[in-house]
Each structure stands twice: as C-alpha cells, then as structure tokens.
C-alpha cells in the first residue's frame, strides 16, 4: 500500500462543475501539499497546509489530521484547470508524493 | 526571473553513455531537492542539501547516481552508464528552509536508448 493514495485517478468534469479530489495518508507528517502538474511536466505548488482549510480564488484544500485525509476542491471548474493534481506530505525533509489525479474540463 | 531553473530541458543519451543535469534554485534558497518522475506517476525522493551539504539519499539513487551543490548554490546531478529505466524527468526543487513550501523547476526530460 502506498504512503500517499489519491483518488479519483481520473476525472472529467464540465464546465461550472463542483471538483473534489481526496488524498489518504499513513506516514506522521508535518504539512501536506497540493501541486498541479500541466502538460510538460512544470509543478506549481498550490497549497501548503498542516491544519483546517485555505483558500486560494476557486480552490480549497481542508486537511484532518486525526483522519490523515486531505481534499482539494476546484469551484465552477474551468477548461484550463485541466491538469494532474498531487497531493504530497512531508515531514520537515523530503517530500512523498501520490500518484496524481489527472482532471479534465471540457467546455 | 528568479525561480528555479534546470538545465537542458531534454536530454537523449545512448545507453552506457554519461549525463549531467544542472539545477539553479532561487536564490537565498538553503535547501535544494532532486525527484525522479516516470510517466504516469508521482514524483520520488531522490536526495537533498541544506547548503552544500548532501543530508539525505534515496535507496533509489545507486551508484551510479552522483549530486554535489559545491558552493551552496547550484547543484549537478550526474547518471553513469545510463540505462533504459534511467529514462524519466527529473525535477529540482529549492526551499527557503525545512518544512516551506518548495518551488519545482521545469525538469529535465532524459530519453535512453
């Protein structure tokens, strides 16, 4: 099993669409991170967290920590949200990193 | 600009041949990170500095792998004798310090035939 599970690993939308992505851990960690990875392979660190929820524009990313689980939601969902979405948690070193959830919006 | 940049971008090498990446991190960033990422999957640890100082490697980097950050600053990643499943992006990421947010490179994609 691994440390970091995302799921959906896919996921479509439409346009205007609520999106939810869900990361599961099991390592103790100090922060859990989402990242968005377009198409070439550039990373974009999008949220930083250890506890509760923040904001950014159209996303939002809660962690529990008792539960070790973590969501990413994306409001009225656009085409160029279109990306892999990873979730990554780390102590105070390194990184461990989920397999990503590649999100499609179509107009 | 001042994030993080890696260099070449692409790289096709024959097998058993010599490569070496380059990462810039921002600067005043003391921390610097090299990850691994095959297709279709999440990036892996590979090792870490904290200023010139290697701290930790991966399992996954053997022998054949080798990474200095002589000065504190930039740091080289170099593959001997390339092999088939060496072919992946590698990624460079620097931090402030421990436990901020780390700033990706573009990545360096590495083709071995």
């Known amino acids: 099993k691994n440390e970091v599970e995302q799921s959906p690993q896919n996921l479509t939308a439409q346009e205007g669409e609520f999106i939810t992505i869900n990361c599961s851990y099991s390592?103790?960690?100090?922060?859990l991170h989402w990242l968005q990875q377009h198409p070439g392979g550039g990373i974009v660190s999008l949220f930083m967290?250890?506890?509760g929820k923040k904001k950014h524009g159209r996303l939002i990313a809660t962690i529990n920590i008792q539960e070790k689980h973590s969501s990413l939601h994306i409001t009225a969902s656009h085409p160029r949200d279109s990306a892999v979405y990873i979730c990554a948690v780390g102590g105070t070193d390194k990184l461990i990193f989920g397999t990503g959830t590649r999100l499609q919006v179509f107009p | 600009d001042t994030g993080v940049s890696q260099d070449p971008r692409h790289k096709i090498t024959k097998r058993g041949q010599n490569v070496t990446f380059r990462c810039d991190p921002i600067s005043e960033h003391n921390r610097l990170y090299w990850y691994r990422q095959t297709l279709g999957q999440g990036p892996e640890f590979l090792t870490y500095?904290?200023?010139?100082?290697?701290?930790?490697k991966s399992r996954l980097l053997s022998d054949r792998f080798s990474a200095e950050r002589p000065k504190g600053s930039f740091s080289t990643l170099e593959i001997q004798r390339t092999e088939q499943g060496d072919s992946a992006m590698y990624l460079c990421a620097s931090s402030l310090g421990r436990a901020d947010t780390q700033y990706f490179g573009p990545g360096t994609r590495l083709t071995v035939l």
């Open positions: 500095f904290q200023n010139e100082a290697q701290l930790e």
């Open positions: 967290l250890s506890s």
């Open positions: 390592v103790g960690i100090s922060a």
